[in-house]
């Protein structure tokens, strides 16, 4: 049972336009969810994240806007640079102890940003 | 500053044997968890340790096991391996065991099952 869905494996986005790159999930006691970017050869890093108390975060070229009606969020990078390509995964975060967490991933969005 | 280490980077093992990964977290990092992460999927959450103790255990069998040393090392133990184990393995740290999620990662130990 897949309880956080990229539905698009791959993305192909013209330099300087938006990238948008979409997260539905199931499970409404996800807490927190964050995307995290990945190049070849290396492990994820940390891109963003957001509360499920708010419905918008915007750090720089990047915001993430939650739809928690919809148990939808997406990431948008405007504008889009060479730089951005890589797979971009969607997290959320659940709470299984008072002290602990675990993250659930999605499987993963390639972001191919043509020059 | 150091980033998460972790080793060896690749390694390919048969079918029945054992494998021990190891990772070293940001200095300062009590939390340590494991990650599996198969072609073309995102990563499955297999352990997270804080402060030496096991705080949480995702959906793995038995053969799969971890610790977590006094300077906050892990590592990551696979019995009897199968074909399917065959991954990338993914380390990486936080300063607690709760929060954003925010995550550290290494660049993962890929293993190949024959």
């Known amino acids: 049972d897949q309880q956080v869905k990229q539905n698009s494996p791959s993305l192909s986005v013209q330099e300087g336009r938006i990238s948008i790159l979409n997260c539905d999930y199931t499970n409404s006691m996800f807490d927190y969810f964050l995307w995290y970017k990945k190049y070849p050869a290396e492990g994820p890093t940390f891109l963003i994240s957001i509360s499920s108390i708010k419905d918008k975060n915007e750090d720089g070229r990047f915001t993430v806007f939650l739809n928690k009606s919809a148990k939808h969020l997406s990431l948008h990078i405007v504008p889009s640079q060479p730089g951005d390509s890589a797979v971009y995964f969607c997290a959320a975060s659940v709470r299984f102890t008072a002290s602990n967490y675990q993250l659930i991933w999605g499987a993963g969005t390639k972001l191919i940003i043509k020059p | 500053d150091a980033g998460v280490t972790q080793s060896p980077t690749h390694l390919i093992k048969t079918r029945g044997q054992h494998v021990t990964l190891r990772c070293s977290p940001i200095?300062?990092?009590?939390?340590v968890s494991w990650y599996q992460q198969v072609l073309g999927q995102g990563p499955q959450f297999i352990f997270q340790y804080y402060e030496k103790e096991e705080r949480g255990r995702g959906n793995f069998p038995d053969r799969f096991s971890a610790r977590q040393f006094p300077n906050y090392s892990s590592e990551l133990n696979v019995n009897a391996l199968l074909l399917g184990d065959s991954a990338l393995y993914l380390c990486?740290?936080?300063?607690?065991?709760?929060?954003?999620?925010?995550?550290?990662f290494g660049e993962g130990s890929r293993l190949t099952v024959l």
């Open positions: 990486a740290s936080s300063l607690a065991g709760e929060g954003t999620g925010e995550l550290f």
């Open positions: 200095s300062g990092h009590k939390s």
